[in-house]
Every structure is written in C-alpha cells, then in structure tokens.
C-alpha cells in the first residue's frame, strides 16, 4: 500500500476478553497443576529436612529452626492445603474416570466439595499437629 493510503488500524478487541469471568472447574483445572508444582517443591524441602536430620544435631537444629518461623509455618500450612487440595481434585477425576458426574449441577457440586474438604482437611490436620506436638 502506498503510504498516502494507509489509514490508521486498530486492532478489534474480541468480546470475550471483556466478558470473561473465571468459572470454578478452569480456576480448579489451574489450581491442581499449581499444587502439583507446590507439591515438588515441598518434596525437596522434605528431602533438605531429611539430609539434615541426618547429618547431625546442628544441620537439623538450622532447618528445624526455619521450619519452626512464621515464614516457615506459613509456607508448611501452603503445602498442607497444597497436598488436600491436589488430593480432593484427583479423587474428584478418579470419580470422573468413572464416567459418573458430568452434569453441570454434578461438576459445580463435586468442586466446592473439593475446595470445602481441601480446607476442613487441612485444618483438621493442623488442630491434630497442635494435639499431638502438645
């Protein structure tokens, strides 16, 4: 095109950017592939507190001191619901491998029982921790 030609463009914006809202299987969908990243990093940071307890009361001493923070207890109570959440979201698809459950009443249903469960169960395991480290 010649350049006298050329009129300014602008590209269409599509509707549905504007008017997309997050619905609880893809916030769900996303949320198990984040536990599962979580899920990897806690398993190292299982194996550093494992290599510790083993080389000795110092090295074990350090960790557990990190472990023992705010920040440490903060990021082990993230792995806990991590853990609860990629659990109740896996049993939530093994009954799917059933073909049982795709209605939407069912799918919506099936979800927040895993988001409810996923924070009884994490609580749970915290109020017990308390019980039995007390």
């Known amino acids: 095109m010649p350049p006298d030609c050329k009129a300014k463009r602008t590209r269409p914006l599509s509707p ?8 609880l299987t893809s916030v769900l969908s996303i949320a198990n592939r ?9 398993a190292v940071g299982l194996v550093i507190w494992l290599v510790a307890a083993a ?11 990190a472990i023992g923070s705010w920040v440490g207890k903060v990021v082990l109570f993230g792995c806990t ?3 609860f959440l990629h659990l109740c979201g896996g049993i939530r698809h093994l009954v799917w491998d059933t073909v049982h459950g795709y209605e939407l009443r069912s799918i919506y249903i ?10 009884v169960l994490t609580v749970a395991a915290w ?6 480290a007390g």
């Not at 504007?18 to 619905?23: N, S």
């Not at 109020?127 to 039995?132: K, L, T």
């Open 81 to 83: 619901f991590a853990f």
């Open 55 to 65: 080389a000795g009361p110092q090295p074990y001493a350090a960790v557990q001191g």
């Open 16 to 23: 549905n950017i504007q008017i997309y809202r997050p619905q």
């Open 110 to 119: 099936s979800g927040w029982a895993v988001v409810i469960a996923s924070v």
């Open 127 to 132: 109020v017990a921790s308390f019980f039995v």
């Open 34 to 42: 984040i536990t599962g990243v979580v899920l990897s990093a806690g």
